[in-house]
């Protein structure tokens, strides 16, 4: 499956995004999805992932409550609604699909079997 993230861009400290992720070449609803970024000279880290249903989602302690993950099977998308986004959220952003059943591993890059090729946000103060 092929993935293209999207939606990154210049924003100011408490506005908000939403990013994308268009999935190609497979059958979307088979793979449980995530987001994770990476800031500069940092290593990658999860942001949010989501189950192949869209019924359980995972969200790291330092975007609860600010940014939300969904997906829409029908029209192989899944998003990430970025609300009151800070400084620390500038990052590349890269979407991921992941085989899976275990969400256990869906915290971690080794719960990923596809990547798309990111997109990056940058929040000024």
């Known amino acids: 499956v092929q993935l293209q993230a999207s939606g990154g861009g210049l924003v100011q400290a408490g506005g908000s995004l939403r990013l994308s992720c268009a999935a190609s070449?497979?059958?979307?609803?088979?793979?449980?999805m995530g987001w994770f970024r990476q800031a500069p000279g940092k290593e990658r880290e999860f942001a949010a992932a989501i189950s192949r249903s869209g019924g359980t989602t995972y969200h790291a302690d330092s975007v609860k409550g600010r940014f939300t993950i969904s997906r829409d099977n029908a029209n192989n998308t899944m998003y990430l609604q970025m609300n009151i986004l800070k400084p620390e959220d500038t990052a590349v952003y890269y979407c991921a699909g992941g085989r899976t059943l275990l969400h256990a591993v869906l915290r971690t890059k080794d719960g990923y079997d596809y990547w798309g090729q990111g997109t990056l946000v940058t929040v000024s103060s």
């Open positions: 070449g497979g059958t979307f609803s088979n793979y449980a």
